[in-house]
């Protein structure tokens, strides 16, 4: 058998990454048919230019702003607190925790790491979304020790 090279063995990956994808997509090919329209969660007011948006659909996709804890606190509190606002968020636009597909998760300190799981783990359903962890430099704005955002379907 031939010795294959690491750049050989990432197009074969490559490949069949991309021939495996195709199975997935090819459903969702048939949404086209459809008009898919972009929504706001709550929508503007009449006039109004908002800054961002709380949360925007497209098709059955949801995706939420990051919501933090601006009040003085622990990291299990600001982490409770972030994440009961999600749950309320998700509510109000016909999604749940356990339709979370994607979570950042931006920690004002990466030491608060451990004990913000404590608080996070168990929320999502029978199976936790996909989830990234930062400490971005520079902290959260408005002093929040967590901000969470994500991606759901509805």
């Not at 009040?71 to 972030?82: D, L, P, Q, S, W």
Request: glycine share 8%; proline share 6%; net charge neutral.
């Amino acid at each position: 058998m031939e010795k294959q090279s690491r750049r050989d063995l990432f197009k074969g990956a490559a490949i069949a990454a991309a021939v495996s994808s195709t199975a997935v997509l090819i459903p969702a090919a048939s949404a086209k048919t459809e008009k898919l329209e972009k929504k706001s969660y709550p929508p503007p007011k009449p006039g109004e230019t908002p800054l961002f948006s709380s949360a925007i659909s497209y098709g059955n996709l949801l995706f939420l702003a990051g919501v933090g804890a601006h009040f003085e606190g622990t990291i299990e509190e600001h982490t409770k607190h972030v994440l009961d606002e999600l749950e309320k968020n998700l509510q109000a636009a016909g999604s749940s925790m356990d339709k979370v597909l994607k979570v950042n998760v931006y920690l004002n300190d990466i030491k608060d790491w451990a004990r913000m799981n404590t608080v996070y783990q168990g929320r999502w359903g029978s199976i936790p979304p996909v989830r990234t962890t930062v400490a971005p430099a520079g902290g959260i704005p408005g002093n929040s020790l967590v901000e969470i955002d994500l991606i759901a379907y509805i």
